[in-house]
């Protein structure tokens, strides 16, 4: 995990996305708002939000460990 960072929680949390909206995932795990950034990494200095939007409207399991390998979503690896 880079240096900063930490883990926001230890497991995702079900959203529902909207068609074409931008989010913006916490990257860094010091947002208050899991999974969605609050601006918290400026302060911390750590990472920046990965700004991501989806083409249909669908529910998504959002990584909040920080340790997935397919940001913004859970690839189990908060269970390691
Ligand atoms: S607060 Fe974590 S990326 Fe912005």
Not at 20 to 29: F, I, P, R, V
Request: proline share 8%; with cysteine; charged share 25%.
């Amino acid at each position: 995990m880079k240096e900063n960072n930490i883990r926001g929680g230890d497991a995702p949390i079900p959203c529902q996305l909207e068609a074409d909206k931008n989010y913006a995932w916490c990257s860094c795990g010091h947002s208050a708002d899991q999974p969605f950034c609050n601006g918290t990494h400026k302060k911390e200095k750590a990472t920046n939000p990965i700004i991501f939007s989806v083409d249909e409207a669908k529910e998504a399991y959002l990584c909040t460990c920080k340790q997935t390998n397919n940001p913004p979503y859970c690839d189990g690896s908060h269970k390691n």
